[in-house]
C-alpha cells in the first residue's frame, strides 16, 4: 500500500469504528476500502475483521455504565454468540459468497423496521414474555446474528439492536452497550479462527485497528448521550444507508 492509500485505511477505520459503537455496520465503510487498496475480498474481509475487534473493546468500554448490572444476560447470550461466529466463519472459508448475501439486504431492512417500531412492537412483546428475558427465541436471535457475523458482519449491530430491542424490556441505550459486547465476542471469536486458517493481510489489520481504536472510543462519547428518539432514528438512517450500499455493491 502507498502511504495515501494506507491513511485513507485508517480514517475509514476511524469512522467505522465510531459507526460501530453507535449503532453497527462500520464494515460497510471499512471492507470497500480494502478493496480499494487493493486486498482480494475474502483476504479484506478477513483482515477487516480482526481489524475491528480492538475497536469493538474501545466500544464496550466507553458504554460500560450502560453495561451495569446486564452480566447474567450477556454470559447467557455469548455462547450463543460464539459459536454463531465460528459457524459463519467456517461458511465464510467453504461457501460460495452468494450462498449467504442475497439475505443480507432483506436482513437489514426487517432490522431498521424492528428498531423503527420498537415501542410498539416491544410493548406487543412484553404482554406475551412475562419476563424481560427473552426466552429462546433471543439465544436463536444471538447465534443467528453470530453466524451472519462470522461470515460478513456488515448490518450485524443493527440485526442486534433490532432483535434485543424487541425481545428485552429494557432502555435503548443499555441495549446499545450489550450489542457491543456481543459483537467484540462474534469478531473475537471468528478473528481467532481466521488467523489460524485463513490469509490475513496484517499491515490492513493494524492500520484497521489503529483507526477503529480511535472512532470506538469517540463514537462512545457521542452515542451514548444521544436520546432513545435520536439514537432510534440514527439506527435506521444509517440501516438504509447500508441497504443502499449493499444494493449497489
Request: charge should be positive; aromatic fraction near 6%.
Amino acid at each position: 500500500m502507498t502511504p495515501w492509500e494506507m491513511a485513507a485505511v485508517v480514517a475509514a477505520g476511524v469512522a467505522g469504528g465510531a459507526i460501530n459503537s453507535v449503532v453497527g455496520s462500520g464494515s460497510l465503510i471499512t471492507f470497500p476500502t480494502l478493496l480499494a487498496v487493493g486486498l482480494p475480498p475474502i483476504t479484506a474481509n478477513v483482515s477487516n475483521n480482526i481489524g475491528l475487534v480492538p475497536g469493538g473493546l474501545a466500544g464496550v468500554m466507553g458504554y460500560r455504565a450502560e453495561l451495569t448490572g446486564q452480566r447474567a444476560r450477556l454470559l447467557r447470550l455469548a455462547p450463543a454468540s460464539v459459536v454463531g461466529s465460528l459457524a459463519g466463519a467456517v461458511a465464510l472459508l467453504t461457501l460460495p459468497e452468494r450462498t449467504f448475501t442475497a439475505i443480507v439486504t432483506v436482513l437489514v431492512a426487517v432490522s431498521c423496521a424492528m428498531v423503527l417500531f420498537q415501542p410498539k412492537l416491544g410493548a406487543l412483546f412484553a404482554a406475551r414474555r412475562g419476563q424481560g428475558n427473552g426466552g429462546p427465541w433471543l439465544w436463536l436471535g444471538a447465534f443467528a446474528a453470530g453466524v451472519y457475523g462470522g461470515y460478513f458482519g456488515a448490518g450485524q449491530g443493527i440485526l442486534l439492536i433490532g432483535l434485543l430491542s424487541i425481545l428485552l424490556a429494557d432502555g435503548l441505550q443499555r441495549i446499545n452497550a450489550a450489542k457491543n459486547v456481543l459483537i467484540v465476542l462474534v469478531n473475537g471469536a471468528a478473528a481467532v479462527l481466521y488467523a489460524i486458517v485463513a490469509h490475513v493481510d496484517w499491515v490492513a489489520v493494524l492500520l484497521v485497528a489503529a483507526g477503529s481504536m480511535a472512532g470506538g472510543f469517540a463514537g462512545a462519547r457521542v452515542g451514548r448521550r444521544l436520546p432513545a428518539p435520536v439514537l432510534r432514528g440514527v439506527v435506521v438512517c444509517i440501516g438504509v444507508v447500508a441497504i443502499a450500499k449493499l444494493l449497489t455493491s
